[in-house]
């Protein structure tokens, strides 16, 4: 948790800290990705049982407690499930590269590359369709940038071809975010049935 302000205030200085401490992937589950991913579950479960999601016309569809919680679980699973993927995402597009990273070191690059994401969950404590959309959209842009002063670092690599490699990571993630989002709507609209 330690580096949640250095990736949002000095991510350049935050990731050559990160890169130095050679964490193992239970120590950075444990300690950042756990949490971190805590936040767009609990955030969600309390604005969508309490508020309900806002479908526009003076209109909010509230879930009930129960269903909620089950699909606050099924969330988090996916959540943590897409960091670990996003890992082995990164160690395999790094195969051609000389100092191939440990798929421990993707790991953990990935889940701290995530963070922004798992901030922008904030915003579901009010959830306004439109308004979470714009909270992620900035999210994304922010990990694509962590993506770009990143991966120079992790490869050993200069920027130009950093440019190339975090932006083909970065659609990857935007597909596997995409998929994460359409089965957590998929898993909120059945509870919504549920509920």
């Not at 969600?44 to 309490?50: A, C, E, H, N």
């Not at 200069?158 to 190339?164: I, K, M």
């Amino acid at each position: 948790m330690n580096h949640v302000w250095g990736l949002l205030a000095h991510p350049d200085r935050e990731m050559r800290n990160i890169e130095r401490e050679n964490e193992s992937v239970s120590h950075h589950y444990t300690h950042h990705v756990l949490l971190m991913a805590a936040i767009p579950v609990i955030c969600s479960l309390i604005g969508t049982t309490q508020m309900g999601w806002y479908l526009g016309g003076g209109r909010s569809v509230p879930l009930a407690l129960s269903t909620g919680l089950m699909l606050a679980v099924l969330f988090y699973l996916l959540i943590l499930g897409g960091v670990a993927v996003m890992g082995r995402v990164i160690h395999w597009m790094a195969r051609d590269y000389p100092q191939r990273p440990s798929m421990q070191r993707c790991t953990v690059f990935a889940g701290y590359v995530a963070t922004p994401l798992f901030l922008s969950g904030i915003i579901a404590l009010y959830p306004v369709v439109w308004l979470c959309v714009l909270a992620g959209a900035i999210a994304l842009a922010w990990t694509g940038y962590l993506l770009y002063v990143g991966i120079p670092q992790l490869l050993n690599i200069d920027r130009d071809e950093s440019l190339r490699f975090s932006g083909s990571t970065l659609a990857i993630g935007i597909l596997l975010f995409e998929v994460l989002l359409a089965l957590t709507v998929l898993l909120w609209g059945y509870g919504f049935r549920m509920g």
